[in-house]
Nanobody
Framework: QVQLVESGGGLVQAGGSLRLSCAAS????????MGWFRQAAGREPEFVAA????????YYADSVKGRFTISRDNAKNTAYLQMNSLKPDDTAVYYC?????????????????WGQGTQVTVSS
């Protein structure tokens, strides 16, 4: 069993930055594919970014490419999402997710473990 806890959300002005963290408990974190998703009020969950277990491969939604960076520190059992040049459209609850298998990285259906979410609000 893996537990994920996000932190780092908050209120920021447009153009600002935030770094989200996702701390994982349990073993074998380095074998888990990790992803970030977000859900704005009244909208479907949206893929944001994903990273392979080793960190060698990363994937991004077009809407965040060039602005967001996903990374991980396997020694600390933590994944990160650095968000720069934030826009009001980035406002959402952000969730980290993990899965031990290498399946589709962008579908929330392929992730087994989820955090509780952290709110990110970007003001204009």
């Amino acid at each position: 069993q893996v537990q994920l806890v996000e932190s780092g959300g908050g209120l920021v002005q447009a153009g600002g930055s935030l770094r989200l963290s996702c701390a994982a408990s349990g073993r074998a974190f380095s074998s888990y594919r990790m992803g970030w998703f977000r859900q704005a009020a009244g909208r479907e969950p949206e893929f944001v970014a994903a990273i392979s277990g080793s960190g060698a491969a990363t994937y991004y939604a077009d809407s965040v490419k060039g602005r967001f960076t996903i990374s991980r520190d396997n020694a600390k059992n933590t994944a990160y999402l650095q968000m720069n040049s934030l826009k009001p459209d980035d406002t959402a609850v952000y969730y980290c997710a993990g899965d031990p298998q290498s399946r589709s990285y962008s579908s929330p259906l392929t992730y087994t473990y989820w955090g509780q979410g952290t709110q990110v609000t970007v003001s204009s």
